[in-house]
């Protein structure tokens, strides 16, 4: 199994930002896909998630409203669209899979998953 993050940068505050994450070596449409970010000095915490079965989703207070996850089977790629950028959001950002379960809710802890992607710098400017 391979995650590759992409579409990290370097972006001012209030600005946008799109992550992908391609996934390869798994059947994508029976994972759970979930972003977790961590900043210098602190513990890795779960952004968004987003269910195989049925679709929902999951977001930190602290960026619900301006970021959006979504899924697209037949890219095998999950997105993450970031929104009104603060620099409290400069991370690495992290994708992550878990096979889904239908009786479990949208996972939200990092030891849940199994693969990781290896990450990618998002930097918000003030």
């Known amino acids: 199994v391979q995650l590759q993050a992409s579409g990290g940068g370097l972006v001012q505050a209030g600005g946008s930002l799109r992550l992908s994450c391609a996934a390869s070596g798994l059947t994508f449409s029976r994972y759970d896909m979930g972003w977790f970010r961590q900043a210098p000095g602190k513990k890795r915490e779960v952004v968004s998630a987003i269910s195989s079965s049925d679709g929902s989703t999951y977001y930190a207070d602290s960026v619900k409203g301006r970021f959006t996850i979504s899924s697209d089977n037949a890219k095998n790629t999950v997105y993450l669209r970031m929104n009104s950028l603060k620099p409290e959001d400069t991370a690495v950002y992290y994708c992550?899979?878990?096979?889904?379960?239908?009786?479990?809710?949208?996972?939200?802890?990092?030891?849940?998953?199994?693969?990781w992607g290896q990450g990618t710098q998002v930097t918000v400017s003030s």
């Open positions: 992550a899979a878990l096979q889904g379960d239908y009786e479990r809710g949208v996972p939200r802890r990092s030891y849940e998953y199994d693969y």
